[in-house]
């Protein structure tokens, strides 16, 4: 059953911008985050937001990107773009909250989008 759906990605030149969306077919999460991968690299996060509004960031995309909520959407806004940003982007949800769990880990997640690609070249 699908319940995440990404928007958005394709290709820039660093420096540029791109804005990721994703859908949740009217399905509400507590926690919902932004993953990525390089090929032959692990899965990392990106970004989380929680229903209170807080956020957090990877340091690598700390000052550049920004994640959102609204009604229900989750939104991903990407600044200052720089080649090693490029890779699939995935949506997660349904956070875990395992003890001693750990946000950046996809072991905490429960669903996952199909990912979208986002290339980041001159």
């Known amino acids: 059953q699908v319940r995440l759906v990404e928007f958005g990605g394709g290709s820039v030149q660093p420096g540029g911008a791109l804005r990721l969306s994703c859908g949740t077919f009217?399905?509400?999460?507590?926690?919902m985050g932004w993953f990525r991968q390089a090929p032959g690299k692990d899965r990392e996060g990106v970004a989380t937001i929680d229903s209170d509004g807080s956020t957090t960031y990877a340091d690598s995309v700390k000052g550049r990107f920004t994640v959102s909520r609204v009604d229900g959407t989750l939104y991903l806004q990407m600044d200052a773009l720089k080649p090693e940003d490029s890779g699939m982007y995935y949506c997660?949800?349904?956070?875990?909250?395992?003890?001693?769990?750990?946000?950046?880990?996809?072991?905490?997640?429960?669903?996952w989008g199909q990912g979208i690609q986002v290339t980041v070249s001159s």
């Open positions: 009217g399905r509400t999460y507590r926690c």
């Open positions: 997660a949800a349904g956070r875990k909250f395992n003890l001693f769990g750990d946000w950046r880990s996809r072991d905490e997640w429960n669903y």
